[in-house]
C-alpha cells in the first residue's frame, strides 16, 4: 500500500530520544540529517507529511520549518485525533495512512494506522503491536529508513531516487 499520507513522530524516531539541557535551561535536541531525505522523497512522490509529537518545543518547529513540513502538531497527548482531523482534510481513511512511533503515546495510533513502523530501539511491547521493526534506530536515519521501505515496497524507490539523482 502506498499511503495517501505519512504521520511521524519525533522523540524517539527522529532523535535518540535524548533531551540535552545546559546550566541555564536551554533544551537541546540532536537530529539525523539524513531524515531529511525521507522528506525530499515524499514530496517528490507527493505524498503529504504531518509531525504529530507530545513534546512542545520551538526545536521541531524550527527543524520542521527547515525541512518545510507544514503539518506539525506538537504538545499533542491524543494522536488519534489529529491524525482523524487529517484524514478528514484530505478526505483519507486511518488506513490510508503510514505512521511511525515509538513509544506509549504512539501506541493508539500504531494501532489504527494501514502501516505502522518503529524503530529498531523501541520497546518489545510496541514492537509487537506494528507492522514493521526497523534494523535502524530512533536517530540514526529510522525516518529515512522507514520512508525508503515505504517506497521499496511499492517498487518507487529506484524511481524516486532516478527522478532526483537524474
Request: charged share 30%.
Amino acid at each position: 500500500m502506498l499511503p495517501k499520507l505519512i504521520i511521524t513522530d519525533i522523540d524517539g524516531v527522529w532523535t535518540d530520544g535524548g533531551m540535552y539541557y545546559d546550566q541555564t535551561g536551554n533544551e537541546w535536541k540532536k537530529f539525523n540529517t539524513s531524515d531529511s531525505a525521507g522528506v525530499l522523497f515524499l514530496k517528490k512522490m507527493n505524498i503529504p507529511l504531518a509531525i504529530i509529537t507530545g513534546e512542545n518545543t520551538e526545536i521541531v518547529r524550527n527543524r520542521a520549518k527547515k525541512l518545510k513540513i507544514d503539518l506539525v502538531f506538537s504538545g499533542i497527548s491524543d494522536k488519534v485525533e489529529v491524525a482523524e482531523e487529517l484524514c478528514r482534510k484530505f478526505n483519507i481513511s486511518l488506513q490510508d495512512i503510514a505512521f511511525i512511533g515509538d513509544d506509549i503515546g504512539d501506541l493508539r495510533l500504531l494501532k489504527k494506522v494501514g502501516f505502522s513502523c518503529t524503530p529498531a530501539n523501541a520497546p518489545d511491547y510496541i514492537k509487537k503491536e506494528v507492522d514493521h521493526v526497523l534494523s535502524t534506530k530512533g536517530g540514526d536515519g529510522a525516518f529515512r529508513a522507514f520512508v525508503e521501505h515505504i517506497l521499496s515496497k511499492n517498487n518507487l524507490l529506484e524511481k524516486c531516487i532516478f527522478e532526483i539523482c537524474g
